[in-house]
Antibody, heavy 119, light 111 residues
Framework: QVQLQESGPGLVKPSETLSLTCAVS?????????WGWIRQPPGKGLEWIGS???????YYNSSLKSRVTISVDTSKNQFSLKMNSVTAADTAVYYC????????????WGQGTVVTVSS | QSALTQPPSASGSPGQSVTISCTGT?????????VSWYQQHPDKAPKLMIY???KRPSGVPDRFSGSKSANTASLTVSGLQAEDEADYFC???????????FGGGTKLTVL
């Protein structure tokens, strides 16, 4: 069974960079599929941040593209999210998920990690 | 404001059926057969219930069904059960420019 687990700081200061990692078990990232990040602000809906293929090809939400970088490390079977210049509006639960074709189809999800942007 | 429009709430009694709509445009819902639906219980990760408009992943009860007409997709939950009470989100492929868009979510209450 595919399992994903997010990790990273739960508190980030405004204007700094948010960094999260998603460790994958039960499936080798190098075998295929896309791998995505989705977030959910408190009490609000879901927002796709971006996805990456095992070969490093990336796809980003156009509204976040200027601040986001997603990378993959197949040797560690994990992928990562970096978001710079964060503000309070970036406070959210951040989920990683296995993505089928970058079309909104996420079959496996991590449990989510809360990131708060505050000084 | 979400790209796809869902009603904020829906409700039904146990055993009844309820349908949740998800309205987009010809650039997303209407243009592709890549609509997915997610169920989310409080403080839990979303769970995929429907993909490619009407397909169910293994383990999802056949009480859950999906359909699409023009720019509106729908999720129908038949034979409502207490455990169906949750938030439901739709998503669609939106083309090569901004590939994935979500609806704002619908809170389903089982009366």
């Amino acid at each position: 069974q595919v399992q994903l687990q997010e990790s990273g700081p739960g508190l980030v200061k405004p204007s700094e960079t948010l960094s999260l990692t998603c460790a994958v078990s039960g499936y080798a990232i190098s075998s295929g599929y896309y791998w995505g990040w989705i977030r959910q602000p408190p009490g609000k809906g879901l927002e796709w941040i971006g996805s990456i293929y095992h070969n490093g090809n990336t796809y980003y939400n156009s509204s976040l593209k200027s601040r986001v970088t997603i990378s993959v490390d197949t040797s560690k079977n994990q992928f990562s999210l970096k978001m710079n210049s964060v503000t309070a509006a970036d406070t959210a639960v951040y989920y990683c998920a296995r993505d089928v074709g970058v079309r909104g189809e996420f079959h496996f999800w991590g449990q989510g990690t809360v990131v708060t942007v505050s000084s | 404001q979400s790209a796809l429009t869902q009603p904020p709430s829906a409700s039904g009694s146990p055993g009844q059926s309820v349908t949740i709509s998800c309205t987009g445009t010809s650039s997303d819902v209407g243009g592709y057969n890549y609509v997915s639906w997610y169920q989310q219980h409080p403080d839990k990760a979303p769970k995929l219930m429907i993909y490619e408009v009407s397909k169910r992943p293994s383990g999802v009860p056949d009480r859950f069904s999906g359909s699409k007409s023009a720019n509106t997709a729908s999720l129908t939950v038949s034979g409502l059960q207490a455990e169906d009470e949750a938030d439901y989100f739709c998503t669609s492929y939106a083309g090569s420019n901004n590939r994935v868009v979500f609806g704002g979510g619908t809170k389903l209450t089982v009366l």
